[in-house]
């Protein structure tokens, strides 16, 4: 006996949390006018369904990146927005047909804890087929849904186009992985990235009070929580002492896959034992542990840390 369909939480005024076998979320956001769908999932249920059950009003889908867990269920709808930046290879690949349980289990499994909590079978899959319009956006896109209103915002690095949004009816900013400890900065230098999560952290009370990611707390549990902004401050540490050179650096295997080299990390902030799931990636964990990227300035730029 074990969970096999999505758990849907209700975390403000018609605000819902939904979340796939505990590892990634997807929301729901109604407004007076219309709805909006803040992405798509793996695809283990007819989401359509799950929507359009909270949901009576017209609404849109807005991705925040195109990851195997944030657009796998793109085809149950007839329209999606998403920056063009996330367009390519890895969409093709997360959005095709033939994706299967196989893959599930291998993508999963990285993320998750609790399978004793969770079913999966086979029958669950349900990619849709839809031809699937692409609605292209960016900063500054703004989503009406009528007595609360949505804004989009940039912040490359985890993917190269990655999106997240701002409710100004509940407060919340849904980060999507631009700032879970799955930070990556494969799209720019160090100096760079702390300015996309400068911006991020300068918005924090006034924009939005609280941040729901892409994954409830980083997966592994089977509460919700809100993501705490200390992982923010702490990515954004963790990034300047990379370019001050005073970074401490782990090795860290991966948990499922513990045969694969280890990659190296920055790691910045307090150690709390380890969210089951491992990697200490729990609720609001103020320890940080980016991917050390490749550059940790831009050319020719001033090595002034911002
Ligand atoms: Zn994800």
Request: glycine share 10%; with cysteine; charged share 25%.
């Amino acid at each position: 006996m074990a969970i096999n369909r999505p758990l849907i939480h209700e975390i403000a005024d018609r605000t819902w949390l939904v979340n796939e076998l505990g590892c990634n979320n997807m929301y729901i956001l109604e407004g007076d006018k219309s709805s909006l769908v803040i992405d798509a999932g793996m695809g283990y249920c007819d989401f359509r369904k799950i929507v359009e059950n909270i949901t009576q009003k017209p609404y849109e889908v807005a991705i925040t990146h195109a990851h195997p867990d944030h657009v796998g269920m793109i085809h149950q709808f007839d329209r999606i927005c998403i920056n063009k930046k996330e367009m390519g290879e890895m969409f093709d690949f997360c959005t095709r047909k033939d994706f299967d349980l196989e893959e599930f289990h291998w993508n999963n499994r990285q993320h998750i804890g609790f399978w004793e909590a969770w079913e999966c079978t086979e029958d669950m899959i349900n990619r849709g087929d839809k031809k699937t319009e692409i609605v292209y956006i960016d900063e500054g896109y703004e989503f009406d849904l009528g007595g609360r209103k949505v804004s989009s915002w940039y912040l490359p690095g985890h993917s190269p186009g990655h999106m997240y949004y701002i409710d100004s009816g509940s407060r919340i900013a849904f980060t999507g992985d631009c700032v879970n400890h799955n930070n990556g900065t494969h799209c720019h230098a160090a100096s760079t990235h702390i300015r996309y999560l400068q911006k991020l952290m300068d918005q924090h009370g006034k924009l939005y009070d609280r941040i729901f990611t892409g994954h409830s707390t980083y997966c592994g549990s089977l509460d919700v929580f809100s993501h705490d902004i200390s992982v923010v401050r702490n990515l954004i540490e963790a990034h300047r002492s990379l370019l001050r050179g005073d970074a401490k650096y782990d090795s860290v295997r991966n948990h499922i896959h513990p045969e694969m080299p280890p990659i190296q990390v920055v790691v910045y902030g307090s150690e709390i034992p380890d969210a089951p799931g491992g990697g200490g990636r729990g609720r609001g964990d103020p320890r940080v542990t980016p991917n050390v990227p490749e550059k940790l300035w831009e050319d020719g730029e001033e090595h002034i840390i911002p």
